[in-house]
């Protein structure tokens, strides 16, 4: 099969390159599932995982890409849940080769159903960003109706999901970025928007939720604008700042079936709407995962036509 794979830390994505590579076989409890689109994070060459197995063993030439959808091929031993010939999305094993090929063997309970009418490409661009949202603002950041949030990197895949996951969840959003990030951020929903670059972040009043993709001196200034009791959720590491009597949480998204299928029936419903920017062919993925200028949406790879 044809695959994506890095072999160089230091070389980023400018390092990967289009091989074959031997087809996967399905370990216990695993399927196969023949990829028709793919995701991929920018930070996922920086991520441990990339490069070493559970075990701390080296496990290059490794293929990333971890957000995936596509349809069953072959089933493990044991497997349940799933059939041959099924469409399903969901998020591959941080320690094992990824989504940016052709096939790939994927435990079972990491992958959801994908119902007829999402297109592929919309289901791979939803695992780690939907999954992300959903479990920073309700499992870590306990979000009720009537609470105000403060979402950092709006305008960004995870950004846009969680000010949509919070409008629905009946909170007030404010979403932060760069000036050009202020009407796409406000199109997704929030209903007001803070220039990181121009305006004072301490102008934002005191907020119940602040979901940090940032870190640094962002996230120190943000923790003291949480109302007492109230929460910081992060994704970029531990916390470097807690809000008064409240809570500093740093999470890495996990997979959960039940979530997946919340999230894509939403998509369904069309009260979710997802953030992708370009859409390129396996031929032209080394390319499109090394732009020129700035990323606007997530990019998705079109393994099959």
């Known amino acids: 099969m044809r695959a994506i794979v890095v072999t160089d830390q230091a070389a980023g994505t400018a390092g990967m390159t289009l091989v074959e590579r031997p087809e996967p076989e399905p370990a216990i409890n695993d399927v196969v599932v023949q990829v028709h689109a793919s995701g991929f994070v920018p930070t996922e060459l920086a991520w441990p995982s990339t490069w070493a197995d559970r075990l701390g063993r080296d496990r290059t ?25 099924q469409r399903v999305f969901g998020l591959a094993d941080w320690h094992r080769d990824g989504t940016l090929a052709e096939q790939v063997a994927i435990e079972a309970r990491n992958l959801a159903p994908l119902p007829g009418d999402v297109d592929f490409a919309v289901g791979a661009s939803l695992p780690i960003s939907g999954l992300t949202a959903w479990q920073g603002l309700f499992e870590y950041g306990r979000l009720q109706a009537g609470q105000s949030v403060l979402v950092h990197g709006a305008a960004g895949a995870v ?11 009946g909170a007030f959003v404010i979403g932060t970025g760069r000036a050009a990030d202020r009407q796409k951020t406000l199109d997704f929903g929030a209903q007001e928007f803070l220039d990181l670059d121009n305006d004072v972040l301490e102008d934002v009043g005191g907020v119940d939720l602040v979901f940090d993709v940032i870190g640094g001196d962002i996230q120190r200034r943000s923790a003291g604008l949480i109302r007492a009791g109230g929460t910081l959720v992060t994704v970029v590491g531990p916390p470097e700042a807690r809000p008064a009597d409240g809570l500093a949480i740093d999470f890495v998204v996990e997979s959960d079936r039940t979530q997946l299928g919340e999230i894509v029936q939403r998509v369904r419903d069309q009260r979710l709407r997802t953030n992708i920017g370009n859409v390129a062919t396996l031929d032209d993925a080394v390319a499109a995962l090394n732009p020129t200028g ?12």
Do not use: C, D, F, N
Request: hydrophobic share 40%; proline share 6%; glycine share 16%.
């Open 61 to 85: 030439p490794s293929i990333p890409g971890h957000e995936l959808a596509g349809v069953v091929t072959a089933l493990g031993y044991g497997t349940a849940g799933l059939s041959m010939g």
């Open 159 to 169: 950004g846009t999901m969680v000010t949509q996951l919070a409008r629905e969840a």
């Open 294 to 305: 700035r990323r606007k949406g997530k990019t998705i790879i079109r393994v099959r036509p």
